[in-house]
């Protein structure tokens, strides 16, 4: 798709509709730091803002979004930080172990299937219109990983709740909204309640300058094409030897550190859990997972 296609197809339309069915078909179904990413920062109260804009699908992809599922858990052989080949829509060692597991009928089997349950992220190009915390970041383009709680609220920006709300399609240069991302700590965690879309208008009064932009974003395919994902055999041996089943070398442990990403229940039934589904904060969860 051209750029000039792009703005054809600005407003509501046909590519909001194409977005909101790809959300339902999907609905249905961690490591080295990496400086393409941008992450919000908080003060030492835990507070934090600033202003983003979601960008379009980059050149030659559908969508401005990449949803990936991966594991992250520690036994006593370490930790299993691991892609889950289930965003793929194939089986994957830990699904299986947690449906096993949960299928047991037993508390501690079910609350181990909690602790091993899939993480849920999503990928996009966002535009930094406010980074108050890192100035050098304004009017540059990053990838952004968030969870299911921003992703919501890009869905009921396309699809509002109410009558008087009227839909907007926050990825688009023209007609889309600026996000304001404010952070607030509740209960120790990042939450992110407060964050909203202002209101609508064009990212910048340029064409040239929003084509500039639109090719400088980074692929979100690749983000989830097969060759990041081990293979099942490669997991179900990294799994066993995290859980103490077999005596294989011991990767390196890596870092986990993401405060954006929300818990996806998907891999086990839905169920009270010692973790809320609205906790953002992951590594205040794994912290007090290593303690444990």
């Known amino acids: 798709m051209s750029f000039a296609s792009l703005k054809k197809q600005s407003s509501l339309g046909s590519l909001t509709a194409k977005l909101v ?44 979004w990449a949803k990936m599922y991966s594991h992250a858990f520690q036994g006593t052989g370490g930790w299993y930080i691991e892609n889950s080949l289930t965003t793929l829509g194939q089986k994957d060692p830990v699904s299986e172990l947690n449906t096993s597991l949960w299928n047991s009928g037993t508390d501690y089997d079910k609350e181990t299937a909690r602790k091993q349950k899939r993480k849920l992220s999503y990928y996009a190009n966002i535009y930094v219109v406010k980074d108050p915390a890192n100035p050098d970041n304004e009017g540059k383009v990053f990838l952004y990983k968030f969870g299911k709680k921003i992703f919501d609220k890009i869905m009921s920006s396309m699809q509002p709740e109410f009558e008087d709300e009227d839909p907007i399609n926050p990825f688009d240069f023209w007609a889309g909204a600026d996000f304001k991302i404010k952070i607030k700590k509740v209960a120790g965690y990042w939450n992110y309640d407060s964050s909203e879309f202002a209101r609508p208008g064009a990212l910048l009064d340029d064409d040239d300058a929003m084509e500039a932009i639109w090719k400088k974003q980074y692929s979100l395919a690749e983000i989830v094409d097969p060759s990041q994902f081990k293979s099942y055999d490669e997991l179900k041996k990294r799994l066993d030897y995290v859980l103490g089943v077999s005596t294989a070398p011991k990767a390196p442990d890596p870092e986990v550190v993401d405060e954006e990403d929300d818990y996806d229940f998907a891999s086990v039934p839905k169920a009270t859990s010692s973790v809320s589904e609205d906790e953002d904060d992951a590594l205040s969860y794994f912290q007090r997972l290593a303690e444990e």
Do not use: H, M, Q
């Not at 030492?44 to 803002?49: D, F, H, R, T």
């Open 21 to 64: 069915k790809e959300v339902e078909k999907t609905n249905k179904g961690g490591g080295a730091s990496d400086d393409r990413l941008w992450k919000p920062e908080v003060d030492k109260a835990g507070n934090g803002y600033a202003v983003i804009r979601f960008l379009p699908a980059p050149e030659g992809e559908d969508l401005p």
